[in-house]
C-alpha cells in the first residue's frame, strides 16, 4: 500500500532563509507526487505536481521539489522564504493511469516564519 | 469564480443527529472527493466517485454515506452523528487524464455535540 511520511510536523524559519520541507513515500512502482499548501481558513491548493521525467519540478511562488527514487523522498525547497507562506504543506502520492485513482497524503507540515 | 464549493460551512449538530454535506463542482470533473482532516492525521479520505451513480470506498469509510448525484453534485451523509465525527470536511474534484491533482473546496467544519 502506498504511504506518505512527513517527519516535521512543524518548522520555523526566519523570513528570507532557505527552506527544506520533508517527504518520504512508500509505493511499488512509479510513483506520481504533490506538494499542496493550505492557507488559513482555506482549503488546499496545487503547489506543484510530479509525473515521471525531470526530477526536479518547478511549482508556483518560487517552490520546487526534487524526487529521489533511490531515496524515495520528493523534499520541497525554497530559497528564500516570505512570511506570506506560513501555512501548512502537503505531500501526496498517487498511482499513475490504471491505477486505483485514491492518493494518499501526508499528515502536514506547519510552517511558521518569523520577521 | 469557485470552482468546488461547499455548504454549509459551519454545522452544529448533536449526537444522533441527521447531517448531510454538500459538495458542487463545475470543472466538468469526473471524479470527486470526500475528506476529513484532523489534527495529527492529516488528510483521510472517506468517499470518492468516478461519475453519477458511481461510489467509491475511501480509507476511513465507517459512520459515512455518501451519493453522487450528478457530475456536478457529490453529497456526504452522516445518519447518526457521533462526536468523533467532529471535522473539518474537504470536497475535491479531478479530472480523469490528471486525476491525481485534486481541486478542493473551502471545508465544511462540522461540529457534534
Known amino acids: 500500500a502506498q504511504s506518505v511520511t512527513q517527519p516535521d510536523a512543524r518548522v520555523t524559519v526566519s523570513e528570507g532563509a532557505s527552506l527544506q520541507l520533508r517527504c518520504k513515500y512508500s509505493y511499488f512502482g512509479t510513483p506520481y507526487l504533490f506538494w499542496y499548501v493550505q492557507y488559513p481558513r482555506q482549503g488546499l491548493q496545487l503547489l506543484l505536481k510530479?509525473?515521471?521525467?525531470?526530477?526536479v519540478v518547478q511549482g508556483v511562488n518560487g517552490f520546487e521539489a526534487e524526487f529521489s527514487k533511490s531515496n524515495s523522498s520528493f523534499h520541497l525547497r525554497k530559497a528564500s522564504v516570505h512570511w506570506s507562506d506560513w501555512a501548512v504543506y502537503f505531500c501526496a502520492v498517487s498511482m499513475g493511469p490504471g491505477g486505483n485513482y485514491k492518493p494518499t497524503f501526508g499528515k502536514g507540515t506547519s510552517l511558521v516564519v518569523h520577521p | 469564480e469557485a470552482a468546488v464549493t461547499q455548504s454549509p460551512r459551519n454545522k452544529v449538530t448533536v449526537t444522533g443527529g441527521n447531517v448531510t454535506l454538500s459538495c458542487r463542482q463545475t470543472?466538468?470533473?469526473?471524479?470527486m472527493y470526500w475528506y476529513r482532516q484532523d489534527t495529527g492525521h492529516g488528510l483521510r479520505l472517506i468517499h470518492y466517485?468516478?461519475?453519477?451513480?458511481?461510489?467509491q470506498i475511501g480509507d476511513v469509510p465507517d459512520g459515512y454515506k455518501a451519493t453522487r448525484t450528478t457530475q456536478e453534485d457529490f453529497f456526504l451523509l452522516l445518519e447518526l452523528a457521533s462526536p468523533s465525527q467532529t471535522s473539518l470536511y474537504f470536497c475535491?474534484?479531478?479530472?480523469?487524464?490528471?486525476?491525481?491533482?485534486?481541486?478542493f473546496g473551502p471545508g465544511t467544519r462540522l461540529t457534534v455535540l
Open positions: 510530479y509525473y515521471p521525467g525531470d526530477p
Open positions: 475535491a474534484s479531478s479530472d480523469l487524464e490528471n486525476y491525481a491533482e485534486q481541486f
Open positions: 466517485s468516478y461519475g453519477a451513480g458511481n461510489l
Open positions: 470543472n466538468s470533473h469526473n471524479y
